[in-house]
């Protein structure tokens, strides 16, 4: 019942910021920690950030620490990562997905389609 829908992608320079976002439909996100993952072409998705149901807890893969921000908005069911100094190595297919327990944690249940982020001069 619960759907995910990722927007905010595009292209931008190196050094440029972009901000996704995750808006949920069907259920409320309130409960649900939320994931962003992002997989390039040939690679393994991998884990970029996550947020707790509440917002207590945030967490950062190494390679975007300092520069994305996870935050969420209950009230608009809307999750958002906000990408700074982007690089060539961020360009992915970035999703969001939902895991149906406030936690944080390594499984996820609900997945949105994707959107496209491409950094390139």
């Known amino acids: 019942q619960l759907q995910l829908v990722e927007s905010g992608g595009g292209l931008v320079q190196p050094g440029g910021s972009l901000r996704l976002s995750c808006v949920a439909s069907?259920?409320?996100?309130?409960?649900?920690?939320i994931g962003w993952f992002r997989q390039a072409p040939g690679q393994e998705r991998e884990g970029v950030s996550c947020?707790?149901?509440?917002?207590?807890?945030?967490t950062y893969a190494d390679s975007v620490r300092d520069r994305y921000t996870v935050s969420r908005d209950n009230a608009k069911n809307t999750v958002y990562l906000q990408m700074n100094g982007l690089k060539p190595e961020d360009t992915a297919v970035y999703y969001c997905?939902?895991?149906?327990?406030?936690?944080?944690?390594?499984?996820?249940?609900?997945w949105g389609r994707g959107t496209q982020v491409t950094v390139s001069s």
């Open positions: 997905a939902a895991r149906s327990v406030p936690s944080c944690g390594r499984t996820y249940d609900v």
């Open positions: 069907g259920l409320t996100l309130h409960y649900y920690a």
């Open positions: 947020i707790s149901a509440s917002a207590i807890t945030t």
